[in-house]
């Protein structure tokens, strides 16, 4: 498990598909979303459904207001030190096959950095299989979120704050997220 009293992590089904999603990413930013920059991880995206998601991913971020030259995409063919990542404001994990990501950020020792940088700050956001590594559907995970996910249900869990160490699952509409921050896990 990380420190999460200054994380800042969005976990969620479809990525920005409200306003309340959107205006919690942009309100993790230290500064405009103009001047801040991404680091886009297509990983788990390795099959034709999946692929054919990721302009909307990109879209996301473009559509917060991030520009497109701040918006970096890393495949997981290697680890990126805590200094490489320190240099982006937020990692956006895309969605897709959750079982091959988990298998890329550990086999690579990317699991270590990544954990340091979320502790340190730096923002999180999960789509669907991004999701997925950092809460409890895999033995391996990263350890945001013990409770396990589903995604792209039709009726989520209650909105609001819950207690990481008591709840087990999470259902995430395409409209509602996980938002853990300053040690606080709610339901958006």
Do not use: W
Request: glycine share 8%.
């Amino acid at each position: 498990m990380i420190n999460t009293s200054r994380a800042k992590i969005l976990l969620t089904s479809a990525g920005f598909e409200s306003d309340i999603i959107q205006n919690a990413f942009i309100g993790f930013l230290k500064s405009s979303p103009k001047d801040s920059k991404v680091l886009f991880v297509p990983t788990a995206s390795n099959n034709a459904g999946a692929i054919a998601f990721l302009p909307k991913c990109i879209n996301d971020l473009l559509k917060v207001g991030i520009l497109a030259e701040n918006i970096h995409v890393f495949d997981l063919h290697r680890s990126l030190s805590l200094k490489e990542l320190s240099s982006f404001d937020a990692i956006y994990f895309s969605g897709g096959n959750s079982s091959y990501l988990m298998e890329r950020i550990n086999s690579t020792g990317f699991n270590v950095p990544l954990s340091e940088f979320v502790s340190n700050g730096g923002i999180y956001v999960g789509v669907s299989a991004g999701s997925y590594v950092a809460a409890g559907n895999h033995s391996d995970s990263l350890g945001f979120l013990k409770a396990e996910l589903s995604v792209h249900t039709e009726s989520g869990s209650a909105v609001g704050v819950f207690n990481n160490a008591t709840v087990t699952h999470i259902d995430l509409t395409d409209n509602s997220a996980v938002m853990i921050h300053d040690g606080v896990y709610e339901i958006i």
